[in-house]
Structure formats: C-alpha cells, structure tokens
C-alpha cells in the first residue's frame, strides 16, 4: 500500500510540476501515472548502472554530476512515453531538481501524518 501511495505522490508531483513549467508536457493524469512508475523503474534499473559507470566524474564534482545523471533518465523516459515530453536537457535538469525537491516535500508530510497517529 505505501508503494502505491508513494507512486500516486510522484504521479501528483509530475502532473504539478508539468503545469508550472512550460518546457515540460504530461497529457494527463494516466500520463502523470505512467511517467511515475516509468521513472521508479529506471532509476531501479538504469540508475545505479550509470552511477557506477560515471563514479570517476561524480567523484571529481563532489556529486554534481548525479544531477546530470537523473536528467539523462527523464530524458530517457521522455523517449520511451508518448504523453510526456521534455524540450531539452536544460529542461531536464530543472525538472529533475525540482520533482526531487516536490519528492521530499510530500514524503515528509507523509511521514509526519504517520507519526501523528
């Protein structure tokens, strides 16, 4: 169950941040859904892969080069969905702050209803 509300809280970030801002398309909800679920999955799968194969750079930018890696996956996912696009990498990279700064900003109300209880 938390898996599917955390899924919905992306989907709700993704759908949020596409309406603010004008270089980023989702068509809709189910979109929003599917580019949540698409971006778990790649950064299950391809991330660590190009964490590991960029380890030197990421080292030398004392961890910057991470943004530039979670860019190229939103970018990836814009090549693979239909109903989400991306205009450019510079797009990307503020997507990508930007949904990572939402992220934790629902996770932690999240967290503080459980507490509550």
């Known amino acids: 169950m938390n898996l599917i509300i955390r899924l919905l809280l ?3 970030a ?3 941040l596409a309406n603010v801002l004008s270089g980023v398309q989702v ?3 189910v979109s929003a859904i599917i580019v949540a ?3 778990s999955i790649l950064n299950l799968l391809v991330k660590p892969l190009l964490v590991i ?3 030197p750079i990421t080292i030398i ?3 910057l080069f991470l943004i530039v890696i979670n ?3 939103i970018l990836l996912a814009d090549k693979l969905i239909d109903g989400f696009a991306v205009v450019n990498f510079w797009w990307a990279i503020l997507f990508s702050v930007l949904l990572s700064i ?3 900003l629902l996770q932690s109300f999240m967290k503080t209803d459980k507490k509550k209880k």
């Open 10 to 12: 992306n989907a709700i």
């Open 14 to 16: 993704v759908f949020v």
């Open 27 to 29: 068509d809709g909800y």
């Open 37 to 39: 679920v698409v971006l």
């Open 53 to 55: 194969l960029t380890l």
């Open 61 to 63: 930018t004392l961890g």
């Open 71 to 73: 860019a190229l996956i």
């Open 102 to 104: 939402l992220q934790s």
